[in-house]
């Protein structure tokens, strides 16, 4: 990748893309915001979203923000990885994409455009991690777990093998996910349960 990476969102989570792009060895240029008040320890803020330029990280944890931010940008999306992430043979990377600390993709995964699959977090074999989705921090996806686009599955929550999550559906902290979830649902528990 030639330049350095500008980070969109200035918030918890552009931290931990930030560390990440450092152990690389990769500069920041430093990070947008629409926010004029917003700040990151020792980074540039080059302004609002329209102050953007390639290459870019999508650096906003929330799942709903995250699709309306990406649909205002185009051009080149850097795609990181913490070093000490761990990602086995045959697996889809997409573009923009987020590994985290201590994460493991396993083999002929799929990890979806501006995806995250955050800190400590399992994405197992054949699973698929869908556009903009977030499995948050010490989340696991069981073989073949399928997540559409736009979905959060919380911290801590298990999908088992061969559950299909729907787009944009929510999957609760430390819920266990043993039946497929419909798109724009929520669940939470375990076993988990449609809340609405």
Same mark, same amino acid.
Request: overall charge positive; some cysteine; proline content about 3%.
């Given at each position: 990748m030639s %330049?350095?990476?500008? +980070?969109?969102?200035? %918030?918890?989570?552009?931290?931990?893309v930030a560390d990440s792009v450092r152990a690389f060895g990769v500069s920041i240029a430093g990070f947008v915001d629409d926010d004029p008040n917003a700040t990151m320890p020792s980074l540039d803020h080059l302004g609002g979203l329209d102050?953007?330029? $390639?290459?870019?990280?999508m650096c906003v944890g929330d799942v709903p923000t995250r699709l309306? +931010? +990406?649909d205002r940008l185009d051009g080149v999306a850097?795609?990181?990885?913490?070093?000490s992430a761990v990602v086995g043979e045959r697996v889809e990377l997409g573009a923009g994409m987020f590994i985290g600390p201590n994460a493991v993709v396993n083999a002929d995964?799929?990890?979806g455009d501006h995806a995250i699959v955050n800190s400590g977090a399992i994405v197992e074999?054949?699973?698929?991690?869908?556009?903009a989705s977030h499995v948050a921090p010490g989340a696991v996806l069981? %073989?073949?777990?399928?997540?559409? $686009?736009?979905? +959060?599955?919380?911290a801590g929550a298990v999908v088992l093998p061969g559950v299909r999550i729907g787009d944009h559906a929510v999957i609760g902290a430390g819920s266990v996910v043993t039946a497929d979830v419909p798109p724009h649902?929520?669940?939470? %528990?375990s076993p988990a349960r449609l809340l609405d």
């Open positions: %330049g350095a990476i500008v +980070l969109v969102g200035g %918030g918890g989570h552009a931290k931990v102050a953007v330029r $390639e290459p870019w990280i309306l +931010l +990406l850097a795609s990181v990885m913490h070093p995964a799929i990890i074999h054949d699973a698929r991690v869908g556009r069981c %073989g073949a777990a399928d997540v559409g $686009e736009g979905c +959060l599955v919380g649902r929520r669940a939470v %528990g």
